[in-house]
């Protein structure tokens, strides 16, 4: 089946640590994105994607990294350096085509939480 | 600075009556608008997308409008049910940039 797989579902991390997202698809999207959501807030974007080696910081990337080095892969690093890193995460991907606002596919998401 | 606002307050109706859920965005013009249904701890999933020179679109039980001139989209459910109840959210892709930019969300309760 053809989809999108972030894991793991659940993540636990130290403070001070940094931890990686994974972020997987298998539907030939060029298109990929990081969101975070807090509790009963919508969906911000961290970083996005629209080719493999290319990336572009979305509204708040401080404190994330991310590499594009596969077209169907776009992992997310949350560093020490994020403040406030507890949080559900979302990835995303779309066809690229320009201005066809194609619908973007989510992935199960990863809840994170500092301990 | 461009933004697209959605109204934060839950919306509770009673099923069978129709929900009606709004979308503005200030200080540009979409091409389009997307809009998402969102379950607790799920992923959001697309619902429908209206271009700006479509003034509705219907799926089903779902009505979009686009009102460039009130600089506003309005999503309707006819004959609401109790699993109807999420999060719905509104979307657009800003222009030539593909950063996918998501309103707040509003949540919807349909009592049985």
């Known amino acids: 089946d053809g989809g999108i797989t972030q894991s793991p579902k659940y993540l636990f991390r130290k403070e001070g640590q940094n931890v990686t997202l994974s972020c997987e698809q298998n539907l030939n999207h060029d298109a990929m994105y990081w969101y975070r959501q807090d509790p009963g807030q919508g969906l911000r974007l961290i970083y996005y994607s629209q080719i493999v080696n290319d990336f572009q910081k979305g509204d708040i990337a401080e404190g994330y990294s991310v590499s594009r080095e596969k077209k169907e892969s776009f992992p997310l690093t949350v560093t020490s350096a994020q403040k406030n890193p507890t949080a559900f995460y979302l990835c995303?991907?779309?066809?690229?085509?320009?201005?066809?606002?194609?619908?973007?596919?989510f992935g199960q998401g990863t809840r994170l939480t500092v301990v | 600075s461009q933004k697209i606002e959605q109204n934060s307050e839950a919306l509770n109706i009673q099923e069978g009556k129709t929900a009606t859920l709004t979308c503005n965005y200030t200080?540009?013009?979409?091409?389009?608008l997307q809009w998402y249904r969102q379950d607790p701890g799920r992923g959001p999933v697309f619902l429908l997308l209206?271009?700006?020179?479509?003034k509705e679109k219907r799926k089903e039980r779902l009505k979009v409008t686009f009102d460039t001139t009130l600089k506003q989209s309005l999503f309707h459910i006819t004959a609401s049910q109790p699993a109807d109840s999420a999060t719905y959210l509104c979307?657009?892709?800003?222009?030539?940039?593909?950063?996918?930019?998501f309103g707040s969300g509003t949540r919807l309760l349909v009592r049985p």
């Open positions: 200080n540009y013009s979409p091409a389009y």
């Open positions: 209206i271009r700006e020179n479509e």
């Open positions: 979307a657009h892709l800003m222009d030539s940039s593909y950063k996918l930019i």
């Open positions: 995303a991907s779309s066809i690229d085509l320009p201005g066809e606002g194609t619908e973007a596919f």
